[in-house]
């Protein structure tokens, strides 16, 4: 019965399993399946269900290649999302992206044929998947995308609030990049190679999303403490490594949302990035190292309404030969963490990642007479 099912939905595949001499498809070629009809994949390995594994990330591999060619149109996008970040952790951004995407093309691939090796052991998998089925599901999902993109620009346009307006644009350019790794992908499966068109490019949304930040927005950076410039140029450098469109002229809070008379407010959202660091001696009772302290206490605030849309509190301490040494790294790990950390709870806010907080978290720095 197993064998007459499989025959009806594999066109003969049953047969194959146990035959010394392989089938076609093992060595290239399907009269089943044409080319020009079908995209195949073959998995070899020593048992049925690895080589069928196999054959699946055979066919992805295909879409993969291509996801990965046309990254050079989105680079702008990845770049503008990424930036401060390592090569690494792009990678890891086009890595997902290139997931979603395959596993969409996957749901329409199939097993269709089997064969095993009775000398050598082996099993073979061949991983079939319809052009045109594939294309008509893949055409569905770029069109969905493509009315997501639609609307968030037009949501976009209409928005009176500077951040739902910048939040709408970029919504609108994530979906325009998967709309692109779905229609690269539909470029493999077409044999013609031809994708389907889109109104938009990502490089010019991302241009335009870039100079609506530096037109609408403004962050100022207050620290007080230890170290406490440094500190800071460190933090604003690692904010406009990061994208965020940093001002060193300090921000003035001001009351009723910073507007005059009930008249649309034109400047831009400001955000003041205020806190303190601190730094002591920790001693430990080392005989060799001597260990500093470190601890920061930072709050985001919107200029005009005086509300807290971000917190972060940060704590450590770090060792070396000589004390001078140790304050040194303690200095230098602080920057970098608390520009990390800022950078993160900021672009959440502004993009509408996470909510502000509804209480302000402990402080890491300690009391004086605690310390």
């Not at 025959?7 to 290239?28: D, E, R, T, Y």
């Not at 998967?178 to 994708?195: K, P």
């Not at 060799?288 to 450590?316: L, N, P």
Request: aromatic content about 6%; charged content about 25%; some cysteine.
């Amino acid at each position: 019965m197993a064998c007459l099912t499989l025959a009806l939905l594999a066109l003969g595949g049953c047969a194959w399993f146990g035959q010394s001499k392989p089938p076609s498809w093992i060595l290239g070629s399907s009269k089943e399946y044409p080319p020009d009809q079908y995209l195949t994949g073959v998995g070899q390995a020593d048992a049925q269900d690895a080589a069928n594994d196999r054959a699946y990330g055979a066919v992805a591999r295909i879409f993969k290649a291509e996801v990965n060619a046309q990254a050079r149109d989105w680079e702008s996008f990845l770049q503008f999302e990424n930036r401060g970040t390592t090569s690494v952790e792009r990678r890891l951004t086009l890595d997902h992206l290139t997931r979603v995407s395959t596993d969409k093309v996957l749901e329409n691939v199939r097993i269709m044929a089997g064969w095993s090796d009775e000398k050598t052991g082996q099993h073979y998998a061949l991983a079939v998947m319809s052009r045109a089925q594939a294309g008509t599901a893949m055409l569905g999902r770029i069109g969905e995308l493509d009315d997501q993109v639609e609307t968030e620009l037009k949501e976009f346009r209409q928005a009176q609030d500077k951040l739902a307006k910048l939040r709408h644009l970029r919504r609108a350019i994530k979906s325009l990049v998967l709309r692109e790794a779905h229609n690269a992908d539909l470029r493999i499966i077409r044999q013609s190679g031809q994708g389907a068109s889109s109104n938009y490019k990502v490089a010019a949304l991302t241009a335009e999303i870039e100079q609506f930040l530096s037109s609408n927005l403004a962050i100022s950076v207050e620290v007080t403490g230890a170290q406490a410039e440094p500190v800071r140029r460190a933090v604003m450098e690692g904010l406009i490594r990061e994208g965020l469109p940093v001002t060193a002229t300090p921000i003035v809070q001001t009351g009723a949302n910073g507007q005059l008379g009930g008249e649309p407010d034109s400047r831009p959202l400001e955000l003041l990035t205020k806190g303190t660091v601190r730094l002591w001696n920790a001693n430990v009772p080392d005989p060799r190292f001597r260990y500093v302290r470190w601890c920061s206490d930072f709050v985001i605030v919107e200029a005009g309404s005086q509300r807290v849309v971000g917190a972060v509190s940060r704590s450590g301490k770090e060792g070396h030969l000589t004390e001078g040494e140790a304050n040194a790294k303690a200095v230098r790990v602080m920057q970098q963490e608390l520009t990390s950390e800022l950078a993160k709870t900021l672009a959440g806010y502004v993009y509408g990642e996470t909510d502000p907080p509804t209480a302000i978290p402990p402080a890491a720095c300690p009391r004086e007479e605690d310390r």
